[in-house]
């Protein structure tokens, strides 16, 4: 496993339809993050799992928003009923750390939403 | 909260020469991490370089400097002898050393464009 993978790479939808897109870590990493990207912005933080933990969330994480990571393997992102200010890239990274902060995230390709 | 400010959207530089991005963050604690990354288009993100704020020591790998400036509250990334390849979107981000999953902080970003 040579780096965190993410499906589908482009999704195009409807508004008011449900996605889900997919993360697999890097497999000895036991921490993986979620973060959006919107066109022109940094990355912004929308939730973080410790093994099958879901430790924090953000407060841009609607009711819409849920995220899984079952045995703290692979994790995954649903939308509920999306709207077009959803339309994003989706980010996911992983890490293998205990605590230290200094220990890099390694991101995968993220996932495009275009909510139509 | 912390914040990070890149105040410059866009960026250029020839082949070969140097150029310096900037960044400003504000925080309130003394021990925490800073970052760079590189996300040229359409490809995932990449550290560039990483700062560790209780070290003096400004860090260097290959090309690529930063110019940390504690008090100031700045972080600047040189990269000398410009390549066609570096021209991609750089991020500044900051991580607090507190707690063992804090989430990254990004900057906007700033887009580097390298001409020939």
């Known amino acids: 496993d040579t780096g965190v993978s993410q499906d589908p790479r482009h999704k195009i939808t409807k508004r008011g339809q449900n996605v889900t897109f997919r993360c697999d870590p890097i497999?000895?990493?036991?921490?993986l993050y979620w973060y959006r990207q919107t066109l022109g912005q940094g990355p912004e933080f929308l939730t973080y799992?410790?093994?099958?933990?879901?430790?924090?969330k953000s407060r841009l994480l609607s009711d819409r928003f849920s995220a899984e990571r079952p045995k703290g393997s692979f994790s995954t992102l649903e939308i509920q009923r999306t709207e077009q200010g959803d339309s994003a890239m989706y980010l996911c990274?992983?890490?293998?750390?205990?605590?230290?902060?200094?220990?890099?995230?390694?991101f995968g390709a993220g996932s495009r939403l275009t909510v139509l | 909260a912390q914040t990070v400010t890149q105040s410059q959207p866009e960026m250029s530089v020839q082949e070969a020469e140097t150029v310096t991005l900037s960044c400003t963050y504000d925080t309130s604690e003394s021990d925490y991490y800073l970052f760079w990354y590189k996300q040229p288009p359409s490809r995932q993100m990449i550290l560039v370089i990483r700062q560790e704020a209780y070290k003096q020591q400004n860090a260097t790998e290959n090309r690529f400097s930063v110019n940390f400036q504690k008090a100031a509250k700045s972080f600047s990334l040189k990269i000398s002898d410009s390549q066609l390849g570096d021209a991609a979107m750089y991020f500044c981000?900051?991580?607090?050393?507190?707690?063992?999953?804090?989430?990254?902080?990004f900057g906007k970003g700033t887009t580097l464009s390298v001409s020939s």
């Open positions: 990274a992983s890490v293998r750390g205990q605590s230290s902060g200094a220990n890099v995230l390694t």
């Open positions: 799992f410790q093994n099958e933990a879901q430790l924090e």
């Open positions: 981000a900051y991580r607090s050393a507190m707690g063992a999953g804090t989430a990254l902080i």
């Open positions: 497999s000895e990493h036991n921490r």
